[in-house]
């Protein structure tokens, strides 16, 4: 009695036309929220997806504070870790410490210099790596396919150019990306010096992917003046090449503080930074613009590590006059066919250095940024002649070292 009784109510519910037609809208609406319930859940786990897919199959041993036995919740951490801090501005790397004598109290004036350096640093790093996004090398043709295939392995750096700052490092680097065998990263890691804790799988993921006789490189000036960079690279591969474009350090420190200037240009003057006590004639060596250039002292620490013959000194007066002879000289170190030659470089009379004639993935020629090329500010020729008494006997010490006489004097 109670079934047929529900049967003719459902009976003359369906036969309703109106009635029908609710209960047709009210199965799709819940068949709706079942689908955006179901998509809700499935993209909230597609952070942890990108993420695995990025670090991809590859492993490579852990350095600092990372070990294999990490547990799962650490894992995840790190791989968070990892994307916030590729998205992330380049952190500013801290001042090297000064063997020499320092004054007990620094000045506000070399507080705030310090302060607009690393500040600067991290700006025009940030340029480079913006324009890098906008300059993406592209693979050889004959190569292409095997990219898109997915062929081509992530490895850690065979060469690194190691230093100077404000000695030529970004030329140098945009010429060799002009050789089929040489891929590179455009934005300086700062691995061994700021981010050293995050692992060499973190490091490896930076790189780009290299075929089979492919180098692999990256450059990060700040690297020859940090003391733990040799030994961390050290540990990484004793094997590694190293190259380090070296440059007349008075020119060099008239340009590391044009780069400052050009962007805090109300810090105190070249003359006042340069001395400790400007009657004495005492040079401020606690100032990096001034210590970056002692390249005696900060070769020393690499030495400990690396032989000479795994070190490579690139002039930055020669790379612009004569850049196809100093590509040679680094072509050979790097044990490479010698394919950049004149034909790739044009002397820029503007700016004052040698462009590419023709870009790697780029049929226009290609000159370095806007940050390049800056005209320096008019110094007093007795700071200039007290710096280059000053730089002299480093100088020896150095051209002694590396068997070069580079000129400076």
């Not at 309703?16 to 609710?22: A, D, E, I, T």
């Not at 620094?106 to 324009?131: K, P, V």
């Not at 060099?252 to 400007?278: C, G, H, M, V, W």
Request: proline residues 6%; glycine residues 6%; aromatic residues 10%.
């Amino acid at each position: 009695m109670e079934y047929s009784l529900v049967c003719s109510n459902l009976h003359a519910l369906w036969s309703s036309p109106v009635k029908k037609k609710l209960i047709l809208l009210s199965i799709m609406f819940l068949i709706w929220v079942y689908m955006l319930y179901s998509c809700v859940g499935y993209c909230s786990t597609m952070p942890s997806l990108v993420v695995d897919g990025y670090r991809g199959k590859e492993s490579g041993p852990a350095v600092g504070k990372r070990t294999e036995t990490s547990s799962s919740s650490s894992s995840s951490s790190s791989r968070t870790d990892l994307v916030s801090r590729l998205l992330s501005k380049p952190q500013p790397w801290e001042d090297i410490e000064s063997d020499y004598e320092e004054p007990s109290i620094r000045t506000a004036a070399s507080r705030d210099l310090l302060n607009n350096e690393l500040e600067t640093d991290r700006a025009e790093e940030w340029d480079e790596m913006r324009g890098e996004q906008l300059q993406q090398r592209a693979p050889e043709p004959s190569a292409m396919s095997s990219f898109s295939n997915g062929s081509g392995s992530k490895k850690l750096p065979q060469a690194i150019i190691i230093g100077v700052k404000k000695g030529g490092t970004r030329a140098l680097l945009e010429f060799l990306r002009v050789h089929p065998d040489i891929r590179a990263v455009g934005a300086e890691p700062h691995f061994f010096d700021r981010n050293y804790e995050n692992g060499l799988e973190w490091y490896r993921e930076l790189m780009p992917k290299t075929l089979e006789g492919q180098i692999t490189m990256e450059k990060t000036p700040s690297y020859f003046v940090t003391r733990e960079a040799p030994a961390r690279i050290s540990a990484m591969s004793r094997d590694t090449k190293l190259i380090v474009v070296v440059r007349d350090p008075v020119t060099r420190a008239i340009s590391d503080y044009t780069q400052t200037l050009s962007k805090k240009p109300d810090i105190p003057s070249f003359e006042s930074l340069t001395f400790k006590n400007r009657t004495t004639g005492l040079i401020d060596t606690s100032w990096s613009a001034i210590q970056i250039g002692i390249y005696a002292k900060h070769l020393d620490n690499w030495l400990q590590y690396f032989p000479m013959e795994q070190i490579l000194f690139v002039s930055g007066e020669r790379l612009i006059s004569d850049p196809a002879g100093e590509l040679g000289r680094v072509q050979d170190f790097l044990g490479l066919k010698r394919i950049i030659t004149d034909k790739h470089f044009y002397f820029n009379q503007t700016k004052g250095f040698p462009c590419l004639k023709k870009a790697e993935g780029s049929s226009k020629p290609h000159c370095l940024g806007k940050t390049k090329g800056r005209t320096h500010p008019n110094i007093d020729p007795e700071v200039v002649q007290r710096l280059r008494d000053f730089y002299r006997p480093f100088n020896m010490k150095f051209y002694q070292m590396t068997g070069h006489n580079f000129g400076w004097d």
